[in-house]
T-cell receptor, first 109, second 116 residues
Framework: DAKTTQPNSMESNEEEPVHLPCNHSTISGTDYIHWYRQLPSQGPEYVIHGLTSNVNNRMASLAIAEDRKSSTLILHRATLRDAAVYYC??????????FGKGTLLTVNP | EAGVAQSPRYKIIEKRQSVAFWCNPISGHATLYWYQQILGQGPKLLIQ????????DSQLPKDRFSAERLKGVDSTLKIQPAKLEDSAVYLC??????????????FGPGTRLTVL
């Protein structure tokens, strides 16, 4: 499994954009980059995934570097409900989700 | 659509006792997962079922943990006997197929186990 590096924590203000970085320099060419988040006292939930090109959905955008060694999850307007631990997970040929410690996002009102 | 259901939500037991957790996945999902999440860490996969067969149980402590998925629907995870270090949240997840890199896993709310 590819190793990932994420900041332990980040802070944002409500209604401001948030950029959550992830380094995955050992990712293989066929690994998809998945992002999940875990709200307090809940199980993880899927946010977004991508392979090479940038991706958008109703929750977030995913920007993937051209060399695929890093990616950034973008929340366009953070709300208090976005406060969570965000996990960046390269998903390889074994299809497993291998969770690291993720980034704890705090959103200030 | 109904999500992944788990029960109980909380359990407190003494060490050396046994405990069982139950999971009902999303209807139609072939793959079911059990994860263990220790405080401050990300979830760790314990076992993966495809229908009622085990795909991966490499990280399941088989001397004390067991799991089954009879009839390929709901599942039970058991710990016998429990140790202090088993205190954690036990998460169940399901996915439609499990065999593709884009398959989404849907998680239940988890069972918080405290072993005293």
């Amino acid at each position: 499994d590819a190793k990932t590096t994420q900041p332990n924590s980040m802070e944002s203000n409500e209604e401001e954009p948030v950029h959550l970085p992830c380094n995955h320099s050992t990712i293989s060419g066929t690994d998809y980059i998945h992002w999940y988040r875990q709200l307090p006292s809940q199980g993880p939930e899927y946010v977004i995934h991508g392979l090479t090109s940038n991706v958008n959905n109703r929750m977030a955008s995913l920007a993937i570097a051209e060399d695929r060694k890093s990616s950034t999850l973008i929340l366009h307007r953070a709300t208090l409900r976005d406060a969570a631990v965000y996990y960046c997970i390269p998903r390889g040929s074994n299809y497993k989700l291998t969770f690291g410690k993720g980034t704890l996002l705090t959103v200030n009102p | 659509e109904a999500g992944v259901a788990q029960s109980p939500r909380y359990k407190i037991i003494e060490k050396r006792q046994s405990v069982a957790f139950w999971c009902n996945p999303i209807s139609g999902h072939a793959t079911l997962y059990w994860y263990q999440q220790i405080l401050g860490q990300g979830p760790k996969l314990l076992i993966q079922f495809q229908n009622n067969g085990v795909v991966d149980d490499s990280q399941l402590p088989k001397d004390r943990f067991s799991a089954e998925r009879l009839k390929g629907v709901d599942s039970t995870l058991k710990i016998q006997p429990a140790k202090l270090e088993d205190s954690a949240v036990y998460l169940c997840a399901s996915s439609f197929s499990g065999g593709v890199s884009t398959d989404t896993q849907y998680f239940g709310p988890g069972t918080r186990l405290t072993v005293l």
